[in-house]
């Protein structure tokens, strides 16, 4: 026998269900990407290793590092909005 914590929902028509990703979730998974990615520029160890590459996947790494060092106000400012948005009104 499973329990199950957390309390039935109502079962979603596939049409209801055709979003997979929530856009809040896609949003805060950007946003610990860009400032990982901004802290990892500055220690050079990790700079060294990680952001040295500017192709590929490393390369994807390397940008989101350059955003979060240039726009760090906007980057802080849009991760406070997210964090309001998450705790009081979701």
Known sequence: ??????????RSSPAEMA??????????????????????????RLKAYFLSEKRGVFGALYKAAVIGVRLHW??????LVTAFYLVLLK
């Open 1 to 10: 026998v499973a329990l199950c914590v957390c309390p039935r929902r109502n």
């Open 74 to 79: 906007v980057v802080s400012l849009v991760s």
């Open 19 to 44: 979003n997979v990703f929530a856009m809040d979730g896609i949003m805060v998974f950007l946003l610990l990407l860009i400032c990982t990615c901004a802290y990892m520029k500055r220690v050079p």
